[in-house]
């Protein structure tokens, strides 16, 4: 049984009706991650961000890009994050951070930013963009792994330097013979 083109008993096409639950989906969370205090959880909720993303990727018809996503930003990216919180997070700290001290500062440039970015996306000729946006998947990864194997290798690196760092700053921080109480 075929379910049809729009929702039944409206008009709404099911693409736009997931388009929008992804995209509701994608800002909750971002608006998650800034106002949560919890940094455990607005991990996760970057976590859900970038996996509704990678729903808006796949529905322009990019299943590379979105797999990409997953891997990358979901796999490696967030959870690199979740457990550099988890091994350097200190129970000690201030009530209120700095970041909660500039919510003004932050809602001003976050306006001016979102201007701009619709006047970018008003002036620009999508009908071009959409022409020279096609590329096959084995010509993609021919740049990514050929062109740009360098760059991709060292962000590996970076990535796993940043893992091992974290362990260590978290194996001194707990061993430190000179706090009291010990």
Sequence with gaps: MAIGPTIPLTTIPWDDALFALLAGTMLL?????????DIIRCGLAMMVCFGALAGIYVMAGAPL???????VYIGAISVLVLFAIMLTQSKIGPTRLVFQTQAVAGAVVAIILAVVVLLAVGATDWSAIAERAHTDTAEL?????GDWVLPFEVVGVL????????????????????????
């Design 159 to 182: 990535l796993l330097a940043a893992v091992v760092g974290g362990v260590f700053l978290a194996k001194r921080e707990r061993s430190s013979p000179d706090e009291p109480g010990e």
């Design 65 to 71: 890009v979105a797999a990409t996503q997953v891997l």
């Design 141 to 145: 990864a021919r740049r990514l792994f």
């Design 29 to 37: 969370a971002a608006i998650a991650v800034v106002t949560l205090r």
